[in-house]
């Protein structure tokens, strides 16, 4: 089988709130989404997406996407789809760096290849749990009142997992981790992501401030320097997502004892492929995970659904997912939608979601 064309769309995916992260300093209100149709000379046609959260969160750029893809095509048509390490290995020759452009070609590969083998990807991949995935809900910075309306709007669609955006305000910061853990409920998972929005004596004020809590802090200064720096002088659980980039990045974390937990997110590593890697080293040093594609629609869920099914339910503890948050569906209701909080894996062959073309537009780009 033999990859034969590539066809590029661009969609706006408006958030449906203005979206503020890291103490208020970036704000986000549209998501520029890339979406990636990949045909063979078999008739089986995979679909990837990359949606990066804006260009200013990670370094990672939705018209960058496009113009990797571009570069990339002439090295990728005529390979088989199936054989995602030599796609993967065809994208890095090509173009070293850029993993968030080579996310979308990684998914629609590993689309088709579940599609061949008539399994799931997650089957396909070697795991497949069936139980069903917690969505963690996105908590903007935000005051005290609103931090509890936007919970409690999400409770209301029966999420059981936050993440509360924080940062930035040491004091408002505690007070509102101390607020956030006398509203919890059993069986909630809350994460309180400071999006680097620390710096490490800020950090280490808030961390020593709540330690009797207990809690789980996500990616609370800026570099894994200063989270390694910081580490072996507070009690808290952290995550490392948005410093969580590379294979070397998970080593280290995992050698140094940096984190307890990683925060994989597929567009930002580089897609399935690669993000498998950092789940295997978290696996063999104890670390537990929380999965997600970075944003995007219900096929950028959908990917990082498959990953989460393929790590033991008990090392798992969410998938964030952004569907919930844009107001542009472009798959009409379906694939994996939010069903009391969960999110269940498809048991169509591969992705088990692909996209309405007409909703994606006229292509921006096609090579074959
Ligand atoms: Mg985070």
């Known amino acids: 089988m033999k990859i034969t064309r590539i066809t590029v769309y661009q969609v706006d995916l408006p958030l449906e709130h203005p979206y ?44 960058g996407i496009r113009a990797g893809i571009e570069t990339m ?16 290995r065809a994208m890095d020759l090509a173009l070293p760096g850029h993993l968030y452009a080579k996310g979308p070609i990684d998914m629609a590969c590993w689309d088709i290849a579940g599609q061949a083998a008539g399994l799931p990807i997650a089957d396909l991949m070697g795991g497949g749990s069936r139980t069903p995935r917690p969505i963690a809900s996105s908590v903007g910075a935000k005051t005290i009142e609103e931090t509890r309306e936007v919970i409690a709007r999400y409770r209301a669609r029966g999420y059981i997992a936050h993440s509360v955006k924080i940062g930035g ?49 996500e990616q609370p200064c800026e570099t894994l320097d200063d989270i390694a720096a910081i580490a072996p002088r507070h009690a808290t659980p952290v995550s490392v997502d948005e410093s969580l980039v590379t294979p070397q990045d998970a080593a280290r974390i995992a050698r140094d004892g940096v984190a307890e937990i990683f925060g994989i997110k597929l567009n930002r590593v580089g897609g399935l492929t690669k993000a498998a890697r950092m789940r295997d080293i978290a696996l063999a040093h104890g670390i537990d995970m929380f999965v997600m594609a970075t944003g995007g629609s219900v096929l950028a869920d959908t990917e990082a659904l498959h990953l989460a099914a393929t790590i033991p339910d008990a090392n798992c503890h969410a998938v964030w997912a952004c569907q919930d948050m844009i107001t542009v569906d472009v ?16 048991e169509a062959p591969g992705l088990g979601v692909h996209p309405d073309e007409e909703a994606l537009g006229n292509p921006v780009a096609s090579y074959q």
Request: charged share 25%.
């Open 20 to 63: 503020w992260l890291s103490g208020g300093r970036l704000k986000f209100e549209t998501l520029d989404a890339t979406f990636v149709k990949l045909e063979t000379d078999e008739g089986l046609v995979g679909w990837g997406e990359g949606t990066p959260w804006g260009h200013t969160y990670v370094p990672a750029h939705g018209p």
């Open 73 to 88: 095509a002439p090295f990728i048509i005529g390979l088989d789809p199936r054989r995602v390490l030599d796609v993967e």
């Open 169 to 217: 305000d040491v004091a408002r910061d505690i007070a509102r981790i101390r607020d956030v853990e006398g509203l919890k409920q059993p069986g909630d998972i809350m994460l309180y992501d400071v999006n680097r929005g620390w710096t490490r004596p800020q950090a280490m004020a808030v961390l020593r401030a709540v330690e009797d809590l207990n809690v789980m802090v």
């Open 331 to 346: 798959a009409s209701g379906r694939g994996p939608r939010n069903i009391d909080g969960h999110l269940h894996l498809p």
